[in-house]
């Protein structure tokens, strides 16, 4: 009699052993490491910046009124040419956009000439960049610069180079993004999925190119200072937000 319960303790220990297993193994399943996909972040940064980053020059350059009174006087067709490549500025396959006052002044550029219509202004700041829209100026009177830059009354004054985010990139990534992602993601490598939002600093949104996320994943995320600038020169500051996972 006593073996035969030995016998049944024996089974019943080895049960309750086999259950313990089991009860620790399920515990132990949902602290299993799951994959660090962050990594893939850098990827997505590195695409959207080859596809959408352009190189921006901004140049200030300053005219005294006083001494240009007589031009005050006449009509808007009056311009100015400036040879930028003369101040060491690379103007290939650059457009031109200008601004007095934070309003836009027609103007154009060729070999490295930039031709500008006089408004007036003390002060105008010039942009170079790919994408930019050139308004054509009118001119039937044109200054070249050359002829006065000795004077004191005209001067160009910072010189900065920087690289921004296309605004109109922005958009046609976004169409490639709805249209070829899988394309995209072989092309960069991608070796997982992705979404990108980019806003403005009022929270404005820019772009979204977005995909449905299982519940089930972990998302990998991380924001990114940029600046952005459209085909006018309206430049913004903003965040670009990017998901993997």
Not at 21 to 31: A, C, E, R, T, V
Not at 107 to 133: H, P, Q, R, W
Not at 173 to 196: C, H, V
Request: net charge positive.
């Amino acid at each position: 009699m006593k073996k035969a319960l030995t016998h049944v303790e024996v089974v019943i220990s080895f049960v309750m052993f086999i259950f313990f297993l089991i009860l620790i193994f399920s515990l132990m399943k949902p602290l299993k490491k799951t994959e660090d996909k962050s990594y893939l972040i850098e990827n997505v940064k590195k695409m959207v910046e080859k596809k959408t980053v352009v190189d921006v020059t901004r140049i200030t350059m300053g005219i005294e009124n006083e001494t240009f009174s007589s031009l005050r006087m006449m009509p808007e067709s009056v311009c100015i040419k400036i040879n930028l490549t003369e101040f060491g500025i690379n103007t290939t396959n650059k457009k031109v956009r200008v601004k007095a006052d934070n309003s836009p002044v027609n103007a154009s550029i060729s070999d490295g000439l930039a031709t500008i219509n006089f408004v007036g202004a003390k002060l105008y700041e010039i942009y170079l960049s790919e994408n930019l829209n050139e308004i054509q100026p009118s001119c039937q009177i044109i200054l070249d610069t050359s002829q006065f830059k000795y004077l004191s009354n005209f001067t160009i004054g910072l010189i900065t180079e920087t690289s921004m985010l296309s605004k109109e990139k922005l958009e046609a990534l976004k169409q490639e993004y709805e249209t070829n992602y899988s394309k995209l993601k072989d092309k960069f490598f991608i070796r997982g999925e992705f979404d990108i939002l980019v806003v403005n600093s009022t929270k404005h949104e820019i772009a979204r190119m977005e995909r449905n996320v299982p519940s089930t994943v972990n998302i990998f995320a991380r924001e990114f200072p940029i600046e952005i600038i459209d085909s006018e020169a309206r430049i913004q500051s903003g965040i670009m937000k990017i998901r993997v996972w």
